[in-house]
């Protein structure tokens, strides 16, 4: 399908956000909590954390020879974005927040992110590129992600999904998107409460003052 022009993408966004019974976007994305609060409340577990991969090489891939399967055909992590991967895993140790599943879309950014930042991930179809999609695979594609979103994770811990811009925008009509931030909810009574952001700049901050992990 012709790509989606930047107007069309945010009026697709609230659509597909209208359309999970949420009144508007900035009532369900005004963020409740932030900074120390934040990690506090991630210290307890029992949220989602909606991520997008660390940055990127800034090439063009050949959709000619793209292979999910073969990273030597995708856009991948830079060594900034590794870094920046690691990091936020030494942040989230220090900090104490534990982590449960850590599900990824298919893609090579991604899976690496999740493993240099949380040591292991598994693959996730849902969370991947939602490019090649008609206007109503994505509205079901949105609303299998929101099921993702509002699934609590196993007591004491948080659950990581690690995708795409397209899914933040689609799925939430999560706008603010750079590369490398986590987007928390919490997930209660069969729906997702936007909690709040950190990017990468955030976690470093944050985990400048915490003490050394044991």
């Known amino acids: 399908m012709p790509p989606i022009r930047p107007l069309a993408r945010t009026a697709l966004a609230l659509v597909l956000l209208l359309g999970s ?28 954390l909606l991520m997008r991969h660390a940055t990127t090489q800034p090439v ?6 793209f292979d999910v ?3 030597a055909t995708q856009r991948n992590l830079s060594e ?3 870094q920046t991967a690691r990091e936020i895993g030494k ?3 220090a900090l104490s927040i534990p982590i449960g599943p850590v599900l990824s879309s298919p893609y090579c950014r991604c899976l690496e992110t999740g493993r240099l930042a949380f040591g292991r991930v598994t693959e996730s179809e849902l969370l991947s590129v939602w490019d090649t999609l008609s206007v109503d695979e994505r509205s079901e594609r949105g609303g299998e992600v929101r099921a993702l979103l509002a699934t609590p994770p196993p007591p004491g811990t948080n659950t990581v999904l690690i995708t795409h811009t397209g899914t933040l925008l689609y799925s939430f009509g999560l706008r603010t998107r ?22 990468p700049d955030d976690w470093r901050s944050l985990a400048g003052g915490a003490p050394a992990a044991d």
Do not use: N
């Open 80 to 82: 900034a974005g590794r």
């Open 21 to 48: 019974g949420l009144s508007t976007a900035d009532q369900a994305l005004a963020p409740k909590l932030a900074g120390e609060q934040l990690v506090a409340a991630l210290g307890r577990g029992g949220y989602v």
């Open 91 to 93: 942040a989230v140790t």
């Open 60 to 65: 063009a891939v050949d959709l000619g020879v």
């Open 69 to 71: 399967r073969d990273c």
């Open 178 to 199: 750079p590369e490398g931030i986590v987007h928390v909810f919490d997930p209660h009574d069969g729906a997702a409460d936007y909690v709040g952001s950190l990017t």
